[in-house]
């Protein structure tokens, strides 16, 4: 199984301290899965401009080719402005409109404020709705409260990042299961 987490901005620090500690949960739980962490302020990506994925070199090649080879996604984002970053939605962009057929899509927001929680439900639920992800129906959504230092000292964070890495993993391992089963029906 391939689990890559995509820390979904170019700044700050919460998104990137709660993706190490979802990566590192998935990892040490689950040794067997190849997990790889995609932090978009590590990498220079152009903006979309409708090639298709497989035309893309360099960085946003890499990007885009990790992300549809994927089984499973941990997406991770901050709230600007009452929405996703642009860094975050251009790799949607990137993609084509099927990107996530066949995929789990899990997610963590981090945003200053309570007021952002519904951000994910209807920006980015919407948008992986489209691209055909199986969605991980819980996400975890994180204050500047629950961080200091770069580290999270919300006890009950930590335990929600790691109950969702774990629903992640078995709803792509049912999901991979079901696949199978309803390909061993077919006579070819």
Same mark, same amino acid.
């Given at each position: 199984?391939? =689990?890559v987490?995509? $820390? @979904?901005?170019?700044?700050?620090?919460?998104?990137?301290?709660?993706?190490?500690? *979802?990566?590192?949960?998935?990892?040490?739980?689950?040794p067997?899965a190849?997990?790889?962490?995609?932090?978009?302020?590590?990498?220079d990506? !152009?903006? &979309?401009?409708?090639?298709?994925?497989?035309?893309?070199?360099?960085?946003? @090649?890499?990007?885009?080719?990790?992300?549809? %080879? *994927?089984?499973?996604?941990?997406? @991770?984002? +901050?709230?600007?402005? *009452?929405?996703? +970053?642009?860094?975050? #939605?251009?790799?949607?962009?990137?993609? !084509?409109?099927?990107?996530?057929?066949?995929? =789990?899509? $899990?997610?963590?927001?981090?945003?200053? &404020? &309570?007021?952002?929680?519904?951000?994910?439900?209807?920006?980015?639920? +919407?948008?992986?709705?489209?691209?055909?992800?199986?969605?991980v129906?819980?996400? =975890?959504?994180?204050?500047?409260?629950?961080?200091?230092?770069?580290?999270?000292?919300? %006890?009950?964070?930590?335990?929600?990042?790691?109950?969702l890495? %774990?629903?992640? =993993?078995?709803?792509?391992?049912?999901y991979?299961?079901?696949?199978? %089963? #309803?390909? *061993?029906?077919?006579?070819?």
């Amino acid at each position: 199984m391939k =689990v890559v987490g995509l $820390s @979904g901005s170019i700044v700050g620090s919460k998104t990137r301290t709660a993706m190490d500690y *979802a990566v590192k949960t998935a990892s040490e739980k689950y040794p067997e899965a190849e997990v790889t962490l995609i932090d978009l302020a590590e990498y220079d990506i !152009p903006f &979309s401009d409708g090639r298709n994925y497989l035309e893309y070199e360099d960085d946003a @090649g890499y990007v885009t080719q990790t992300l549809m %080879e *994927a089984d499973a996604i941990l997406i @991770g984002t +901050p709230i600007f402005q *009452a929405s996703i +970053p642009a860094t975050l #939605k251009n790799i949607f962009d990137l993609l !084509p409109d099927s990107a996530f057929r066949d995929k =789990v899509v $899990s997610m963590f927001v981090t945003a200053g &404020s &309570s007021k952002h929680y519904l951000i994910a439900e209807q920006q980015l639920k +919407p948008i992986l709705t489209y691209m055909k992800a199986q969605i991980v129906q819980t996400y =975890v959504f994180m204050e500047e409260q629950d961080f200091y230092r770069k580290k999270i000292i919300n %006890e009950d964070v930590l335990f929600r990042i790691e109950r969702l890495v %774990e629903d992640t =993993v078995v709803l792509t391992e049912t999901y991979k299961r079901i696949q199978e %089963e #309803k390909e *061993a029906t077919y006579d070819f």
